[in-house]
Structure formats: C-alpha cells, structure tokens
C-alpha cells in the first residue's frame, strides 16, 4: 500500500513569512509523529499525535511552531515568522500503536 | 544533553569487510532500540530492532549486539556490499501512554568501496 507522503518536497520561503507543511499517514496508523533532521544534528522529536490529539508537544522548539491532525489522518505543521535556524528537513512518521516507525521523504525548507 | 551517542560519525568499508557502528546511551528507561538506514534524500527506515531482554539480535548480514550493563549496542553489517552505502541512525525509546517517540544518535556516514 501507499506509505506515508508529505509536501511540499522542498519549500523555499522568506524570513518573517509562514510556512505549512503536510504529511499524509499510512491509513490505519493512529499514531503519527513530526522530527526535524537538522545536518549534523540527528533527528529532532518535535510533537506526536495519537489520534487527533497531541499529548505531547515537549520538542516544539517555539511557539511559532504548531501542528494539528484531523479526522485521524492528515497532519499539518506550522511555522510562523520562519526564522533561518528552521531550515532543515521535516520528517513525519506513522505507526500502530507500539510499532514500527514509517517515514516520509521529508520535506527540505529553506529559509532565506 | 546528547541521550545517545553514536560512533563513529564516518565509516569506510572495503566490499565484503565488516561495518561497525556504536551506540551508548544514558537512560536506563530506554527499552527499545532501533536501527535506521537513511538514503540521500528518503526518510529513514528500520533496519533493526532490540529489546534489552535479549544480548543479539540477527536478521541476515545484519546484527545488533546488546550489552545492558555498559548500556552501549552496536550494528555490525557482515559481507558490506557498495548498496550498503548509506546513513545509519542509532535511536533510543521508551514507551509511555502510546508514545514511543525517538531519541537519536547523530548519524554514521557508511561509505562501502567497491
């Protein structure tokens, strides 16, 4: 079946402006999660969801950053007043519960 | 604070030698330890995984090595093939009300020469 998809691939944007970044799970997956892959720096844990909710928030690095899941399903994380210590990839993974992480290809922001 | 350390940060292998990567962590929490392989522009993928009730772990030419009380583990991938060439994360986790979010290792860049 389809694995988890995300875009924009690559989202080139201005500093100050906002940026929305989607990531479509694995039907079925109830859990989902956001990373950042920073160079260098491994990956970041920012927020999971189970279900619709969001119990924990504990790696948004700011409350610039936000991100909601409807209908158990598509998630969007987003960035407002984009700084350029964003830029980096943002990964979204699926799961079942207690299970195997599925990654997406990751969306590459860039902010000038 | 780095919770897992991973090394080394580059590797190169000859074709049919053996890579090893090394992890160690700190929180005696942790019950599950991953291994992704993360090619060039793809998210990463499992490669595989250890729970600390067992000390090894293998799934063809790959194997998790698990020692609890230095609470290090490592990959080691016998008869490395140039496909092999990749980046591999360690990660730690811990379950807690469903979440089983990562805590990763930097990264070891795997070169394999043909």
């Known amino acids: 079946g389809a694995g988890v998809s995300q875009s924009p691939s690559n989202k080139v944007t201005e500093k100050g402006k906002d940026v929305e970044l989607r990531c479509d799970p694995i039907?079925?997956?109830?859990?989902l999660y956001w990373y950042r892959q920073s160079l260098g720096q491994g990956l970041e844990f920012l927020i999971y969801f189970q279900g619709n909710s969001a119990p924990d928030k504990s790696g948004l690095p700011s409350d610039r950053f936000s991100a909601e899941r409807t209908g158990g399903s598509v998630s969007t994380l987003t960035i407002q007043r984009t700084q350029q210590e964003d830029s980096a990839v943002y990964l979204c993974a699926s799961s079942r519960l207690d299970n195997e992480q599925f990654f997406g290809p990751g969306t590459r922001l860039t902010v000038l | 604070q780095q919770q897992v350390k991973q090394s080394p940060q580059s590797l190169i292998v000859q074709k049919g030698g053996i890579s090893i990567i090394n992890c160690a962590y700190e929180?005696?929490?942790?019950?599950?330890f991953p291994w992704y392989q993360q090619f060039p522009g793809k998210g990463p993928a499992l490669l595989i995984a250890i729970r600390p009730d067992v000390s090894e772990k293998k799934e063809g030419r790959f194997t998790i090595s698990f020692n609890k009380s230095a609470k290090q583990f490592s990959l080691h991938i016998m008869d490395s093939q140039p496909g092999d060439s990749a980046t591999y994360f360690c990660a730690a986790s811990m379950y807690g009300g469903n979440n089983r979010k990562l805590i990763w290792g930097l990264g070891t860049s795997l070169a394999v020469n043909p």
């Open positions: 929180n005696t929490a942790f019950d599950y």
């Open positions: 039907s079925g997956h109830t859990a």
